[in-house]
C-alpha cells in the first residue's frame, strides 16, 4: 500500500469514527497537505474505491444507529438476547460438529484408512490448517491408540 493510500485510509477511518460526513470534498478539507484538488482522488481508482467503501460503511452505521434509536430499550434488550441464544447454539453444533468428525477420522483410522484422507486434505493444507485449529483432528496419540487397537 503506497503511503498517501495509507494516509487516506487512516484519514477514513478518523472520519467514520467522528461521524464526519465522507466525501472527496471533506477528504481534500481533511488532507490539504497530501492532496489539493477531489481531481487527486477520484482519477486514482484505489482511492476512489477507497472512499466509496467508507461513505458505503458510514452510511450502514448511520443508519443502523438511526433503526436502533427507533427502537424501545425492552425491544433491543429482546432482540440482544434473541442473538445471544442464537450464538450459543451454534457454538453448541460448532462443538456436536467437531466432535463429530474427531469420531469419523477416528473410525476411519481404525477401518486403515486414515493415510487415504490424510493424502485427499494435503492438496487442501488451509483446510488441515483449520481443522487443528479447531481441533477437530485427533492428535497423533489417539490416532496411534486406533493403530494399535487394529493389530
Not at 443502523?64 to 442473538?83: N, T
Not at 490424510?118 to 481443522?131: C, G, H, I, N, P
Amino acid at each position: 500500500m503506497t503511503d498517501k493510500l495509507a494516509l487516506l485510509k487512516q484519514s477514513l477511518e478518523a472520519m467514520v469514527t467522528e461521524n464526519e460526513t465522507v466525501t472527496t470534498r471533506a477528504v481534500i478539507r481533511r488532507m490539504a497537505d497530501v492532496f489539493k484538488h477531489p481531481t487527486d482522488i477520484t482519477r486514482n481508482a484505489q482511492r476512489r474505491a477507497l472512499v466509496g467503501a467508507y461513505a458505503s460503511k458510514q452510511e450502514h452505521i448511520r443508519n443502523s444507529i438511526e433503526r436502533s434509536a427507533k427502537r424501545s430499550s425492552a425491544e433491543l434488550e429482546r432482540l440482544l438476547a434473541s442473538k445471544n441464544a442464537e450464538i450459543v447454539r451454534m457454538q453448541n453444533e460448532k462443538k456436536l460438529l467437531i466432535a463429530s468428525h474427531r469420531a469419523m477420522i477416528l473410525a476411519t483410522s481404525q477401518l486403515g484408512g486414515f493415510d487415504v484422507w490424510k493424502r485427499f486434505f494435503e492438496r487442501y493444507q488451509a483446510t488441515v490448517d483449520s481443522l487443528d485449529e479447531m481441533k477437530a483432528v485427533p492428535n497423533a496419540c489417539a490416532l496411534a491408540d486406533v493403530s494399535r487397537d487394529r493389530t
